[in-house]
């Protein structure tokens, strides 16, 4: 769905405007990520509006959107998964209480994942030279142990949900 609505806008540019120097291929991969990126947000708040969780949806969206930043992870193969996916975690993670003691082991889950999964599938996904991937590594490592001591139970349930994200076979 979201990829025929970027196929169908990208081809509306490129018929009003042939001039356009991008391929009707690349701008229907960036209006992806873009609309993507938007229903997401858009429905995350909505629903976490409805919910009375809206501080807490937005907590997770820029912990979870950060440490995927630099961490990587398993990308679903449509973007209308990603997206169901995306909003169903940034509705339900907020409204599942955890104890400190949980929220400890979580966080020491999450170190472990980041610090020997780190970072993961975005050999394909970015345009980062693999020399900086140890620099990924310690940033994702960063994040986690500042979570520990900012020590918000929404953060910590976050990171620790990208952080599973990370797991991918060796071969």
């Given at each position: 769905m979201i990829e025929a609505i970027a196929l169908k806008i990208a081809t509306g540019i490129k018929r009003i405007n042939?001039?356009?120097?991008?391929?009707?291929?690349?701008?229907?991969?960036?209006?992806?990520?873009?609309?993507?990126?938007?229903?997401?947000?858009?429905?995350?708040?909505?629903?976490?509006?409805?919910?009375?969780?809206?501080?807490?949806?937005?907590?997770?969206?820029?912990?979870?959107?950060?440490?995927?930043?630099?961490?990587?992870?398993?990308?679903l193969s449509s973007a209308l998964g990603c997206a169901i996916v995306s909003i169903t975690l940034a509705a339900v993670v907020p409204l599942i209480p955890v104890t400190d003691k949980l929220c400890q082991i979580m966080s020491g889950i999450s170190l472990i994942l980041v610090a020997w999964f780190a970072p993961s599938k975005i050999e394909n996904q970015s345009r980062i030279p693999s020399k900086y991937y140890p620099l990924l590594k310690a940033i994702s490592i960063a994040i986690v142990l500042a979570s520990v001591f900012i020590a918000w139970p929404i953060i910590t349930k976050a990171l620790f949900v990208q952080s599973l994200f990370l797991i991918r076979k060796r071969r």
């Open positions: 042939p001039e356009v120097p991008q391929s009707v291929e690349r701008m229907e991969y960036a209006l992806i990520i873009l609309l993507n990126g938007v229903t997401v947000i858009i429905a995350s708040l909505l629903i976490g509006a409805i919910l009375g969780t809206l501080k807490a949806t937005i907590i997770f969206l820029v912990a979870f959107a950060l440490l995927r930043q630099v961490s990587g992870g398993y990308h």
